[in-house]
């Protein structure tokens, strides 16, 4: 099955083979791997260089951390990414270290954090499904996060399942064709809604 994007102009290659699975193989991700796709995301560029992001790691057959993670997650995301072998809570710290006070931009630096590890991990045949569907309240529970900070996303990392063992309502899902908005209604010119017609 091809996934890769259908571009309107062209991107780097990175950019259209990666999309997020919901079948992944029991393949354990190398710790090697692992480490450079969280120094991807320590590279990311944050608002006055607060760098607010912070993860929670759990791969699985080695300790609780991943069931832990598994068990903060949306019922609706358990069932297929309790087979990914590395799970990872993606957190937010809200205030700037230096004065306490709220940091608007924190859960975009995190997004930009964990992008820089998706395109990453797309260079090293890795995939990557980033899920918003968790209970903060619970990982909040599970991990003693401080009160300043949240669990704001989940992410599930491994190698996909090319077979179609396993369950056909997952693989059915991944099936779907790939689609996303023309630049013309997302980037603008003179006012909110003009296209920029470039």
């Not at 062209?10 to 450079?36: E, G, Q």
């Not at 072998?85 to 608007?104: D, E, I």
């Not at 930009?112 to 980033?130: C, P």
């Not at 179609?164 to 059915?172: I, M």
Request: net charge neutral; hydrophobic share 40%; charged share 25%.
């Amino acid at each position: 099955m091809n996934k890769n994007a259908e571009t309107d102009h062209p991107i780097h290659n990175t950019l259209a083979v990666r999309w997020s699975p919901y079948v992944f193989s029991a393949k354990p991700v190398a710790i090697t791997d692992l480490r450079s796709l969280f120094e991807a995301a320590r590279w990311a560029p944050s608002s006055y260089n607060e760098q607010p992001w912070r993860y929670i790691v759990g791969l699985k057959g080695e300790g609780e951390t991943h069931r832990r993670i598994l068990d903060c997650l949306a019922e609706g995301n358990q069932p297929w990414a309790r087979n990914a072998p590395v799970l990872a809570l993606g957190v937010v710290m809200r205030n700037f270290s230096a004065n306490g006070k709220p940091n608007k931009a924190a859960p975009h630096d995190l997004g930009l954090a964990t992008g820089n590890l998706v395109t990453e991990a797309t260079t090293r045949r890795l995939y990557v499904h980033q899920m918003i569907g968790l209970d903060p309240e619970a990982a909040r529970e599970a991990f003693s996060i401080p009160e300043d900070a949240e669990a704001f996303t989940a992410i599930a990392i491994g190698y996909r399942e090319a077979a179609q063992a396993g369950d056909s309502a997952l693989h059915a899902r991944e099936d779907k064709q790939r689609t996303r908005r023309p630049l013309g209604e997302f980037v603008f010119t003179g006012n909110f809604g003009d296209p920029a017609g470039f």
